[in-house]
């Protein structure tokens, strides 16, 4: 296939859709374009999210930890 019959497949394809699923394939799009277009960015950018998730992760591990760390504590050490 040629690149305007995939052109035109997309946009006959897209027709009909509601507003909240065209937004979805415009991330997308632009997903894609900056993948292409600007490699370094998109490896900068894509290594950044994976960080920040870690990073988050991380932070739920941790509090996870403290809680089970303290379960129980009030039991063990009653206020006077």
């Given at each position: 296939?040629?690149?305007?019959?995939?052109?035109?497949?997309?946009?006959?394809?897209?027709?009909?859709?509601?507003?909240e699923?065209?937004?979805?394939?415009?991330?997308?799009?632009?997903?894609?374009?900056?993948?292409?277009?600007?490699?370094?960015?998109?490896?900068?950018?894509?290594?950044?999210?994976?960080?920040?998730?870690?990073?988050?992760?991380?932070s739920?591990?941790?509090?996870?930890?403290?809680?089970?760390?303290?379960?129980?504590?009030?039991?063990?050490?009653?206020?006077?």
């Amino acid at each position: 296939m040629t690149t305007p019959t995939y052109q035109q497949l997309i946009i006959e394809g897209m027709k009909g859709f509601p507003s909240e699923v065209l937004a979805e394939i415009t991330d997308f799009v632009y997903f894609v374009r900056k993948r292409l277009l600007q490699p370094q960015a998109f490896e900068e950018d894509l290594q950044s999210t994976l960080l920040r998730e870690e990073l988050r992760q991380l932070s739920r591990d941790e509090e996870a930890h403290v809680e089970q760390e303290f379960a129980g504590y009030d039991q063990l050490s009653p206020r006077e």
